[in-house]
């Protein structure tokens, strides 16, 4: 084996720095016959525990360490990014106490010295030193400082401080030499100073990459993170191509006149031995009272809530609570319920609203009864074991949703009852995905866009595919990266860093709580709201022994409490969500209908089609569509579906199945029905069958055999003939991997029921609650305003004397929200409304600009409020508005300025007066087209009508399909749709044919169209933005989203014309005096006699005022066609139509 250890290496996650994935990074140690490696990332220890696994893995021992900034001064000390010295050090795990001190310093970095960079001073260094060893680090290192800068005084003062830190035997001088000119430098002084001082000299490589050919891929990422290019000059970069996993010889024969500098890595590496447990269990206590210990408390609250839960406690709910809590005494996790109920407790007395139950968890009666879930197990037929299995020791995974609004407040409730340092929120990788790495990779080598893009839209939308799988899959991909070197160049270098880690973020929902200090499992950094941030990710968390659980913010709890909230201000009722009817007829009528815009879970196209031709009539119907509508059991939807109606008959493998399977009519939907089918035949414990629902679920064949031995010898022994056990042990293997979570469809049947009963019986409060909760979303608040419409609920415009942040409720009607008008910041809305509440009036617009700030009243401000009609109450119309905006801006200003001159306030009469005295220029109000326009530019949509109204006629007279009918036709079904042209995008085909692709949009729901060569070439003159038409095609499908292939295409301005050409009485042609000759009035009859129809026509001579009527063998049908020929023989205007 090499007596020789790099000591200082940086992986993947020194983002966008290091190279080196760790798993190559390791192999590659091992094929180079290293005993040891190190890990040594910047500022950071997000990629331990993967290294440490995949050292054991190849035999190899781990060393574990980091590279941190260190600032001479204060580490929180907080001087210009010019001003502030930060210093490399890189620090090694001796031993566990090594570990967990440095966990701490690299925590402390990043919780209290972040600045720029996460950085520690040298009192965190003396008092985290113990079990560490120290190495001075590359050319960013204090020492290594000073020597370039000629102060080697300095340089001997700094050494000998850190020998002091970290003790005599436990800092070394680290010598590096890539071929730079500061390394050539700083070597001789290193030596001297090493010879002086007595401090040994380590060698080391400052490893980025694996591979030499490896450099232009760090160096790649470099410019990513700095957001360069390649070619620029001043950008930071390596040097050399030295910066890779060396093998001894290279070393050795660098360092050739130190030989005991490479002696000294084995011996640093073998003081180095730390194991990181990774089977340990940390479920923190919850502080029970003194005199009961946790299952005590536990049970007595579960007694009492039995009691609040149910009126009749019956031996079935005495016997399954008792079970339940004898496993959570068994297993432990006592205290983890009580943790739970205490955070829910909080929640529910703040007035949090939290979801009825999430996952497995709602098949526990324990924690209904304790408040946690709000399903009833018993009521559902829902299992414990499919949550706690007491033959299968996993840690309990209780997941809570909340008002995604207030969600932070209970996770800061559960931080300061554990203590800030025992709780935190999860981190979280981005990693460069296929997409991404080729437009990242694009963007630094400064390839044109269009070529970038191209090759990114070639690689499929198709979750985790890879750049080489799209290459082998891609015909055309695979071309262009065969015949272009400069896009093979491109391929080949973000193919070597897709996967790698891009960033971090908090994960969406995931909090850790400790039995001690997080920093004794895991290093933290900076969250959010105060919130500390694990560095390890969840998976490794849980593989720590760490207590995960989820705290989800769910935007449909915020809108049901906004909605009862309306419903208690506009009605005053108290609305129980616990007392709504869970068989209302109106409720299962709207979803029976495909109402379901804004309903839970339910909105989907898809769905909405499965739930009109189901048409649910109780609560097993919406349980049962949640379950279904998945990839995979989607194909028995329709044998559902028939059952239900009578138009298939029901039949079971045994009868004994029935009570299991009668309410999905014969069809295994739920996980939990194999658990009971399971112990009902086989005599299997409830526990033994989720042992045999886990396993059947993973097809391999040595297990399905042995299962099947098993489950047939068990239905044998309970008297089922073979044949019968095997028929339903197929049945089990056929539905294992489609079963659905019964408890979780259950529980978030119940979210989607309740949205769907307060939309049928609340349609105003409902709909204002989940469009002022859409409104980070413009497409869904165009969406949503127009399902409103169709509810027949009105929606006001905006209006400055009226409105509030969020959409409102005004008389029944929905009152447009200010925060919803583009370009309208909380700080305007802020000061709009704290006018209102002083109970000050605006008068008038002059008036309403003098009483506002001048982040109100400013010009980009001003025309927003303008165009969205928020002004309208003024009087003053909107194009005269915008004509007058800059005067009337600049004479606000002034008056304010004299104001503030004169230090009064000038009386309200006067403000009017002056106002009066404002010469207004008319102008013409905007036509209806323009101001649709243009409200649309603000809006996100047209409000006070729409620019197809006038062809309302014509649309439903041509008309055969509504989108929502649109979304549940067959695949080929030809149709005729209208709607406007929103967008256009043009293409070439791989003949190089022009196509498009059109996006049209139908009462606030777009569709695409494809519009193949042919008919392109056809029609692209009617394809024009904001132009109405007519559209003949047939049904295709797109991601379940509904697309036209094009057939033809009209303008309903032509329909428009042909409906009044049944009104014309009689068409005349002008012949001027100049078409008034023989070859044009030839050309005239026989293009007269190409368009026969019923409409007479007249000549009119210009040069003797003559009018002719021509005979009944000319009349004409009138079209474009027709018009466009005309004027193209005789020129513009040689038309009139009477």
């Known amino acids: 084996m090499s007596s020789f250890v790099h000591l200082h290496v940086h992986t993947e996650y020194s983002l966008l720095d290091g190279a080196s994935r760790i798993e190559s990074l390791v192999k590659k140690a091992k094929e180079l016959g290293m005993s040891a490696l190190s890990i040594t990332d910047h500022g950071n220890m997000y990629g331990v525990v993967p290294f440490y696994k995949a050292c054991l893995k190849e035999g190899i021992k781990p060393i574990i360490g980091c590279e941190i900034y260190l600032t001479p001064g204060n580490r929180k000390d907080r001087e210009s990014r010019q001003e502030q010295k930060i210093f490399h050090l890189v620090l090694l795990a001796k031993n566990q106490t090594g570990y967990k001190n440095l966990m701490n310093i690299v925590s402390i970095a990043h919780l209290e010295g972040f600045y720029y960079k996460p950085r520690v001073d040298k009192k965190i260094l003396e008092k985290y030193s113990d079990g560490i060893i120290a190495l001075s680090s590359c050319i960013a290192g204090e020492i290594n400082h000073y020597l370039l800068n000629d102060q080697y005084e300095k ?149 009492k809530g039995l009691q609040k839960r149910y009126h009749n406690i019956t031996k079935e709910l005495r016997d399954r609570l008792s079970y339940e ?96 340092n025992r709780v935190a929120q999860i981190i979280t990788f981005g990693t460069f995905a296929a997409k991404a790495a080729i437009r990242d990779v694009g963007r630094v080598l400064n390839l044109p866009y269009s070529q970038v893009d191209k090759i990114a839209k070639l690689i499929p939308n198709q979750l985790g595919i890879t750049i080489k799988q799209a290459l082998s899959e891609v015909k055309e991909l695979r071309e262009l990266y065969q015949k272009d070197e400069n896009l093979k160049s491109l391929i080949d270098i973000a193919i070597k860093i897709e996967g790698m880690p891009r960033h971090h973020s908090t994960h969406a929902a995931g909090v850790v709580i400790a039995d001690k200090p997080l920093t004794d499992y895991t290093p933290l950094q900076r969250g959010q709201e105060d919130i500390s941030l694990t560095q390890f990710p969840m998976g490794i968390l849980e593989e720590i022994g760490l207590l995960k659980m989820d705290f989800l913010g769910l935007r449909n709890l915020t809108i049901i409490e906004k909605t009862l909230n309306w419903i208690k201000k506009t009605k005053n009722i108290d609305l129980s969500l616990h007392e709504l009817d869970i068989n209302d007829e109106l409720t299962y009528q709207l979803l029976s209908n495909g109402d379901t815009k804004g309903i839970f879970q339910l909105e989907s196209a898809g769905v909405t089609k499965v739930l009109r031709e189901l048409k649910p009539s109780h609560f097993e119907d919406i349980v049962a569509v949640l379950a279904l509508y998945r990839p995979g059991p989607m194909e028995f939807i329709p044998d559902y579906i028939k059952a239900k109606h009578g138009q298939k008959s029901v039949t079971y493998p045994h009868e004994n199945l029935k009570p299991i399977l009668s309410d999905t009519y014969g069809i295994i939907i739920y996980q939990e029905q194999i658990m009971q089918i399971a112990s009902k035949m086989a005599g299997f414990s409830l526990g033994e069958a989720d042992l045999l629902r886990r396993a059947v679920g993973k097809k391999k064949r040595e297990i399905l055999l042995k299962e099947r031995e098993h489950f047939v010898k068990g239905a044998i022994k309970n008297g089922y003939q073979e044949g019968i056990a095997n028929e339903v042990y197929d049945m089990i293997v056929r539905f294992a991997n489609y079963g659905f979570n019964r408890s979780h469809a259950v529980a978030y049947s119940v979210l989607a029921y309740q949205t769907a009963y307060l939309k049928a019986h609340y349609p105003v ?110 009087g003053v119309h909107r194009a005269q508005l915008m004509a007058n905006l800059d005067d009337l801006l600049e004479r606000v200003q002034k008056k304010k300025k004299l104001q503030d001159e004169l230090q009064i306030r000038l009386f309200d009469d006067l403000d009017s007066e002056i106002d009066n005295e404002f010469d207004w220029i008319q102008v013409k109000p905007y036509s209806n087209q323009e101001l649709l326009q243009k409200e649309k530019e603000v809006l996100g949509l047209y409000l006070s009508g729409h620019p197809l109204k006038s062809y309302e006629t014509i649309l439903n007279q041509y008309v055969t399909h509504s989108y929502e009918e649109l979304c549940s036709l067959p695949e080929g079904k030809q149709v005729i749709i209208g709607g406007l042209i929103t967008g256009i995008k043009q293409i070439l085909t791989k003949k190089g044919m022009p ?138 205007g040689s038309i009139i139509i009477k």
Not at 179 to 204: D, F, M
Not at 325 to 348: N, T
Not at 839 to 860: A, E, G, I, L, P
Not at 1080 to 1108: A, D, M, T
Request: glycine fraction near 4%; include cysteine.
């Open 995 to 1132: 196509m498009a692709f059109v996006t049209l949009e139908i009462n606030s729901n777009d569709v695409e169209l494809i519009v193949f060569p042919n008919e392109f070439q056809q029609y692209r003159a009617q394809l024009i933005d904001e132009q109405g038409i007519l559209v003949q095609g047939r049904i295709s499908y797109k991601d379940e989203e509904p697309t036209i292939i094009v057939k033809k295409i009209t303008l309903l301005s032509f329909l428009e014309k042909i409906k009044k050409e049944k009104q014309i009485t009689r068409l005349i042609i002008k012949i001027s005096v100049n078409n008034d000759k023989r070859n044009k009035l030839n050309q005239l009859k026989n293009l007269l006699s190409r368009f026969k129809g019923s409409i007479p026509v007249i000549l009119y001579y210009e040069r003797n005022k003559r009018l002719i009527r021509l005979s009944d063998e000319y009349r004409i049908k009138y079209d474009e066609n027709f018009k466009h020929s005309v004027e193209e023989l005789l020129g513009s």
């Open 325 to 420: 809590l004898s496993i959570i005494e068994k297993m432990g996790f006592a205290d983890y319920f009580l943790i739970v109920w205490d955070f829910m407790k909080f929640a529910h007395k703040s007035k949090i609203m939290t979801g009825p139950g999430r996952g497995s968890a709602a098949g526990s009666l324990v924690a209904y009864v304790l408040g946690i879930t709000d399903v009833d197990p018993i009521k559902y037929g829902l299992l414990f074991e499919r949550f706690l299995n007491p033959q299968r020791v996993n840690m309990p995974d209780i997941d809570i949703d909340f008002n995604y609004e207030r969600r932070d407040e209970v996770i800061k409730y559960v931080s300061e009852k554990y203590g800030a």
């Open 155 to 303: 340089a001997k003062i700094a050494a000998l401080e850190y020998r002091d830190i970290f003790g005599k035997d436990n800092f070394y001088l680290e010598i590096q030499d890539h071929g730079l000119e500061e390394q050539k430098k700083i070597i001789p002084h290193l030596i001297k100073l090493s010879e002086e001082i007595k401090i040994p000299l380590v060698a080391t490589n400052d490893v980025h990459y694996i591979n030499k050919e490896d450099a232009i891929i760090q160096d790649v990422l470099l410019a990513i993170g700095t957001g360069s290019k390649l070619e620029d000059d001043n950008r930071l970069r390596f040097e050399t191509t030295e910066f890779y996993l060396k093998d001894e010889k290279m070393m050795r024969k660098r360092f050739s006149k130190l030989p005991n500098a490479i002696e000294q890595t084995a011996m640093i590496a073998k003081r180095c031995n730390i194991e990181i447990d990774l089977g340990q269990t940390a479920l923190p206590k919850y502080p029970v009272p003194k005199e009961v210990s946790a299952i005590e408390y536990l049970k007595a609250l579960s007694l």
């Open 765 to 874: 409060e409902f709909m204002t609650a989940l469009i002022s909760e859409s409104m980070g979303n413009p497409g869904k608040v165009v969406e949503y305003i127009e399902e409103s419409r169709k509810m027949g609920i009105e929606v006001l415009p905006p209006d400055v004397l009226l409105s509030d942040y969020n959409f409102s409720i005004e008389d029944g009607k929905i009152r447009f929200g200010l925060a919803a008008i583009k370009n309208i910041g909380i700080n305007v809305i802020e000061s709009i409304l704290n006018h209102r509440k002083a109970n000050k009036k605006y008068k008038t617009v002059f008036d309403f600009c003098m009483q506002s700030d001048n982040k109100v009243c400013n010009r980009k401000t001003m025309e927003a409020l303008i165009l969205s009609g928020a002004l309208d109450s003024f």
